[in-house]
Protein backbone atom coordinates (compact mmCIF):
# COMPACT_ATOMS: atom_id res chain seq x y z
CA UNK A 1 0.00 0.00 0.00
CA UNK A 2 2.24 2.49 -0.92
CA UNK A 3 -0.42 5.09 -2.68
CA UNK A 4 -3.30 6.66 -2.32
CA UNK A 5 -6.18 3.70 -2.48
CA UNK A 6 -7.16 3.83 -6.25
CA UNK A 7 -5.88 7.35 -6.61
CA UNK A 8 -2.99 8.46 -8.86
CA UNK A 9 0.21 10.06 -6.75
CA UNK A 10 0.03 13.87 -6.61
CA UNK A 11 3.24 15.89 -7.72
CA UNK A 12 2.38 18.45 -5.19
CA UNK A 13 3.25 22.00 -5.00
CA UNK A 14 6.82 23.84 -3.98
CA UNK A 15 4.53 25.52 -1.13
CA UNK A 16 2.84 22.50 -0.08
CA UNK A 17 6.65 21.02 0.59
CA UNK A 18 8.33 23.86 2.59
CA UNK A 19 4.93 24.26 4.17
CA UNK A 20 5.35 20.88 5.33
CA UNK A 21 9.44 21.34 6.62
CA UNK A 22 8.27 24.77 8.31
CA UNK A 23 5.35 22.71 10.27
CA UNK A 24 6.95 19.73 10.81
CA UNK A 25 10.61 20.86 11.73
CA UNK A 26 11.47 24.40 11.46
CA UNK A 27 8.58 25.22 14.08
CA UNK A 28 9.10 22.75 16.37
CA UNK A 29 12.96 23.03 16.38
CA UNK A 30 12.63 26.56 16.85
CA UNK A 31 9.98 26.12 19.87
CA UNK A 32 12.44 23.52 21.54
CA UNK A 33 15.44 25.92 21.04
CA UNK A 34 13.80 29.23 23.09
CA UNK A 35 12.32 26.39 25.51
CA UNK A 36 15.76 25.06 26.27
CA UNK A 37 17.30 28.69 26.02
CA UNK A 38 14.57 29.55 28.87
CA UNK A 39 14.13 26.91 31.01
CA UNK A 40 17.00 24.68 33.60
CA UNK A 41 15.34 22.04 32.49
CA UNK A 42 15.69 20.01 29.24
CA UNK A 43 12.78 20.85 26.96
CA UNK A 44 11.99 17.46 25.64
CA UNK A 45 11.56 15.83 29.36
CA UNK A 46 8.95 18.58 29.90
CA UNK A 47 7.43 19.61 26.64
CA UNK A 48 8.73 16.06 24.45
CA UNK A 49 5.54 14.77 23.93
CA UNK A 50 3.62 17.84 22.43
CA UNK A 51 6.30 18.39 19.82
CA UNK A 52 7.02 15.58 18.34
CA UNK A 53 3.33 15.10 18.19
CA UNK A 54 3.13 18.42 16.48
CA UNK A 55 6.00 17.44 14.12
CA UNK A 56 4.91 14.21 13.00
CA UNK A 57 1.85 15.46 12.18
CA UNK A 58 3.19 18.36 10.35
CA UNK A 59 5.30 16.69 8.19
CA UNK A 60 3.24 13.41 7.78
CA UNK A 61 -0.30 14.66 7.13
CA UNK A 62 0.86 17.71 4.72
CA UNK A 63 3.49 15.39 3.14
CA UNK A 64 0.80 12.66 2.42
CA UNK A 65 -1.40 14.77 1.24
CA UNK A 66 1.12 16.36 -1.26
CA UNK A 67 2.39 13.54 -2.57
CA UNK A 68 -0.85 11.63 -2.46
CA UNK A 69 1.17 8.36 -1.19
CA UNK A 70 0.73 7.45 2.28
CA UNK A 71 4.34 6.02 2.71
CA UNK A 72 6.25 9.00 1.88
CA UNK A 73 3.99 10.43 4.61
CA UNK A 74 4.84 8.47 7.03
CA UNK A 75 8.64 8.00 6.04
CA UNK A 76 9.05 11.90 6.20
CA UNK A 77 7.25 12.15 9.72
CA UNK A 78 9.67 9.78 11.04
CA UNK A 79 12.82 11.20 9.59
CA UNK A 80 11.40 14.68 10.80
CA UNK A 81 10.54 12.95 14.18
CA UNK A 82 14.39 11.70 14.25
CA UNK A 83 15.93 15.32 13.88
CA UNK A 84 13.82 16.91 16.68
CA UNK A 85 15.10 13.62 18.86
CA UNK A 86 18.89 14.47 18.09
CA UNK A 87 17.99 18.18 18.36
CA UNK A 88 16.97 17.84 21.72
CA UNK A 89 19.76 15.59 22.51
CA UNK A 90 21.89 18.19 20.98
CA UNK A 91 20.47 20.91 23.67
CA UNK A 92 20.84 18.93 26.60
CA UNK A 93 18.33 15.60 26.40
CA UNK A 94 19.36 12.43 28.06
CA UNK A 95 18.60 9.47 25.66
CA UNK A 96 14.84 7.91 26.13
CA UNK A 97 14.14 6.24 29.05
CA UNK A 98 12.64 3.50 26.65
CA UNK A 99 13.92 4.32 22.87
CA UNK A 100 11.87 1.11 21.46
CA UNK A 101 8.73 2.64 23.09
CA UNK A 102 9.11 6.03 21.55
CA UNK A 103 10.34 4.32 18.01
CA UNK A 104 6.59 2.57 18.35
CA UNK A 105 4.85 5.33 19.56
CA UNK A 106 6.54 7.75 16.43
CA UNK A 107 5.62 4.85 14.03
CA UNK A 108 1.87 4.45 15.09
CA UNK A 109 1.65 8.26 15.15
CA UNK A 110 2.90 8.87 11.59
CA UNK A 111 0.90 6.18 10.15
CA UNK A 112 -2.43 7.79 11.81
CA UNK A 113 -1.42 11.04 10.67
CA UNK A 114 -0.04 9.92 7.30
CA UNK A 115 -3.56 7.86 6.56
CA UNK A 116 -5.32 11.97 7.19
CA UNK A 117 -3.03 13.34 4.55
CA UNK A 118 -4.04 10.23 2.57
CA UNK A 119 -7.79 10.61 2.53
CA UNK A 120 -7.49 14.52 1.70
CA UNK A 121 -5.17 13.44 -1.00
CA UNK A 122 -7.96 11.04 -2.20
CA UNK A 123 -10.74 13.08 -1.72
CA UNK A 124 -9.59 16.48 -2.85
CA UNK A 125 -6.73 15.83 -5.11
CA UNK A 126 -3.60 18.45 -5.12
CA UNK A 127 -6.16 20.90 -2.94
CA UNK A 128 -6.09 18.07 0.01
CA UNK A 129 -3.09 19.91 1.15
CA UNK A 130 -4.97 22.93 2.08
CA UNK A 131 -7.25 20.55 4.40
CA UNK A 132 -4.24 18.89 5.98
CA UNK A 133 -2.60 22.45 6.79
CA UNK A 134 -5.72 23.77 8.34
CA UNK A 135 -6.12 20.72 10.65
CA UNK A 136 -2.42 20.79 10.99
CA UNK A 137 -2.34 24.50 12.22
CA UNK A 138 -6.07 23.82 14.36
CA UNK A 139 -5.20 20.93 16.26
CA UNK A 140 -1.52 22.36 17.14
CA UNK A 141 -2.47 25.46 18.30
CA UNK A 142 -5.00 23.54 20.56
CA UNK A 143 -2.00 21.69 21.92
CA UNK A 144 0.71 24.63 22.30
CA UNK A 145 -2.47 26.63 23.97
CA UNK A 146 -2.83 23.54 26.72
CA UNK A 147 0.65 23.33 27.04
CA UNK A 148 1.28 27.06 27.45
CA UNK A 149 -1.84 27.69 29.69
CA UNK A 150 -2.69 24.11 31.73
CA UNK A 151 -6.49 23.76 32.50
CA UNK A 152 -7.36 26.27 30.26
CA UNK A 153 -9.21 23.86 28.28
CA UNK A 154 -11.72 21.31 29.11
CA UNK A 155 -10.33 17.68 29.13
CA UNK A 156 -12.90 16.32 27.18
CA UNK A 157 -11.44 18.93 24.07
CA UNK A 158 -8.34 17.23 24.59
CA UNK A 159 -9.13 14.09 24.31
CA UNK A 160 -11.10 14.68 20.95
CA UNK A 161 -7.89 15.14 19.33
CA UNK A 162 -5.38 12.94 17.75
CA UNK A 163 -2.70 14.80 18.33
CA UNK A 164 -2.90 14.86 22.16
CA UNK A 165 -2.78 11.37 21.76
CA UNK A 166 0.45 10.84 20.18
CA UNK A 167 1.79 13.40 22.76
CA UNK A 168 0.52 11.23 25.44
CA UNK A 169 2.31 8.29 24.24
CA UNK A 170 5.39 9.60 23.33
CA UNK A 171 5.66 11.79 26.39
CA UNK A 172 4.92 8.19 28.37
CA UNK A 173 7.93 6.84 26.18
CA UNK A 174 10.57 9.66 26.67
CA UNK A 175 9.78 10.07 30.35
CA UNK A 176 6.98 7.61 31.98
CA UNK A 177 6.54 4.06 32.08
CA UNK A 178 7.41 3.64 28.01
CA UNK A 179 3.82 2.70 26.12
CA UNK A 180 3.09 0.25 28.23
CA UNK A 181 0.88 2.78 30.69
CA UNK A 182 -2.35 2.27 30.72
CA UNK A 183 -2.74 5.94 29.19
CA UNK A 184 0.01 5.20 26.26
CA UNK A 185 -1.71 1.90 25.31
CA UNK A 186 -5.09 3.69 24.93
CA UNK A 187 -3.74 6.51 22.83
CA UNK A 188 -1.51 4.32 20.39
CA UNK A 189 -4.79 1.73 19.77
CA UNK A 190 -6.75 4.83 19.37
CA UNK A 191 -4.20 6.15 16.50
CA UNK A 192 -3.80 3.06 15.36
CA UNK A 193 -7.76 2.31 14.91
CA UNK A 194 -7.96 5.68 13.71
CA UNK A 195 -5.68 5.27 10.94
CA UNK A 196 -7.16 2.02 10.19
CA UNK A 197 -10.91 3.84 9.34
CA UNK A 198 -9.07 6.39 7.58
CA UNK A 199 -7.74 4.30 5.28
CA UNK A 200 -11.36 2.49 5.09
CA UNK A 201 -12.87 5.23 4.22
CA UNK A 202 -9.82 6.72 1.40
CA UNK A 203 -9.92 2.91 0.07
CA UNK A 204 -13.86 3.02 -0.33
CA UNK A 205 -14.25 6.80 -2.09
CA UNK A 206 -16.28 8.18 -3.31
CA UNK A 207 -18.71 6.55 -1.04
CA UNK A 208 -19.78 8.36 1.82
CA UNK A 209 -20.98 6.28 4.51
CA UNK A 210 -17.85 4.92 5.62
CA UNK A 211 -17.59 8.51 7.17
CA UNK A 212 -20.11 6.98 9.88
CA UNK A 213 -17.62 4.12 10.57
CA UNK A 214 -15.00 6.34 11.03
CA UNK A 215 -16.58 9.11 13.04
CA UNK A 216 -18.09 6.60 14.96
CA UNK A 217 -14.41 4.97 15.72
CA UNK A 218 -12.88 8.14 16.58
CA UNK A 219 -15.56 9.14 19.25
CA UNK A 220 -15.29 5.63 20.57
CA UNK A 221 -11.47 5.80 20.40
CA UNK A 222 -11.71 9.12 22.43
CA UNK A 223 -13.85 7.97 25.05
CA UNK A 224 -11.19 5.23 25.42
CA UNK A 225 -8.72 7.34 25.96
CA UNK A 226 -10.69 9.18 28.06
CA UNK A 227 -11.42 6.27 30.59
CA UNK A 228 -7.96 5.14 30.26
CA UNK A 229 -6.21 8.66 31.13
CA UNK A 230 -8.82 9.79 33.95
Known amino acids: MTSVPNGPALAGSPAAWVTAAVAGIAAPAAAMVVLAA ?3 SAPMAVFGGPLLAVGLMGTGMIAASAAGRL ?7 LIAGACLVLLAHALGMALP ?3 LSVALAMLVASLSFAARGALFARSAADKGWWIAVFVVGGEAAILATAVALPKSLPAWLLTLLPAQWASMA ?3 ALTGAGTG ?5 AALLALAGTAATTLLV ?5 RRWPYLIMFTAWLAL ?8 A
Open 38 to 40: GND
Open 181 to 185: ARGAI
Open 170 to 172: IQS
Open 202 to 206: ARLWP
Open 71 to 77: WIGVGLS
Open 97 to 99: LHP
Open 222 to 229: SALVWHQS
